[in-house]
């Protein structure tokens, strides 16, 4: 059974960092893409990053790119997302995913993905 668990919202001020951290069970990190989506309130889910050992390659938002980094550790199945010079338009829920069959067209669809966690609340005050 595939558990996804994330963890490390909080609030924090503009211009700030922040880490999250998805820990996963029941998967082998190889063998998958994983990701990170977001939802703020009223607004539809929106990919953030992803990374795909199977594919060999990250993938970014271009709302993110080169603020946010997204890396993992395949020996504990752990999903990191670095979180750097934070805006008030970041405010949402993050949300980890993880996919053993999208292909690399579809990867920023978040209808691709089977495996959900419960989400973590990243709030960045102006």
């Known amino acids: 059974q595939v558990q996804l668990v994330e963890s490390g919202g909080r609030l924090v001020q503009a211009g700030g960092s922040l880490t999250l951290s998805c820990a996963a069970s029941?998967?082998?990190?190889?063998?998958?893409?994983v990701a990170w989506f977001r939802q703020a309130p009223g607004k539809e889910r929106e990919f953030v990053a992803a990374?795909?050992?199977?594919?060999?390659?990250?993938f970014y938002a271009d709302s993110v790119k080169g603020r946010f980094t997204v890396s993992s550790d395949n020996t504990k199945n752990n999903l990191t997302l670095q979180m750097n010079s934070l805006k008030p338009e970041d405010t949402a829920v993050y949300f980890c995913?993880?996919?053993?069959?999208?292909?690399?067209?579809?990867?920023?669809?978040?209808?691709?993905?089977?495996?959900w966690g419960q989400g973590t609340q990243v709030t960045v005050s102006s």
């Open positions: 995913a993880a996919s053993a069959k999208v292909i690399m067209s579809q990867v920023r669809s978040h209808s691709e993905y089977a495996y």
């Open positions: 029941g998967l082998t990190f190889t063998r998958y893409t």
């Open positions: 990374i795909s050992r199977r594919m060999g390659s990250t």
